[in-house]
Nanobody, 125 residues
Framework: VQLQASGGGLVQEGGSLRLSCAASGRPSGYYAMGWFRQAPGKEREFVAAISRGGKVRDYPDSVKGRFTISRENAGDTMYLQMNRLKPEDTAVYYC???????????????????WGQGTLVTVSS
């Protein structure tokens, strides 16, 4: 599967952005998908995950209540709605996918099989 992320940009603190990740190739309904981010000088970290059926979602505490992950019924596009953005959310955001059984989510980089290119999110204070 090939992944194409988009939607990044510059936003003021407290603002919102929506990232998209378009999947092509093997039907993405076979895959759990997720978002990771990497800030300058820091390791890549988990941001949000959604199961292949879309029923299970996971978030780290740092974004819980502010970020929402979703995917279209057809499963070919995944979204990350980011609200109440903070300067510490500034990073390159990467979409990810792994072929899984139903209900599983991917929350660690070691489980990611496919990466999209990153999209830069910059939050100004």
């Amino acid at each position: 599967v090939q992944l194409q992320a988009s939607g990044g940009g510059l936003v003021q603190e407290g603002g919102s952005l929506r990232l998209s990740c378009a999947a092509s190739g093997r039907p993405s309904g076979y895959y759990a998908m997720g978002w990771f981010r990497q800030a300058p000088g820091k390791e890549r970290e988990f941001v949000a995950a959604i199961s292949r059926g879309g029923k299970v979602r996971d978030y780290p505490d740092s974004v819980k209540g502010r970020f929402t992950i979703s995917r279209e019924n057809a499963g070919d596009t995944m979204y990350l709605q980011m609200n109440r953005l903070k300067p510490e959310d500034t990073a390159v955001y990467y979409c990810a996918a792994t072929e899984t059984i139903s209900g599983e989510t991917i929350t660690t980089m070691t489980r990611v099989e496919y990466w999209g290119q990153g999209t830069l999110v910059t939050v100004s204070s």
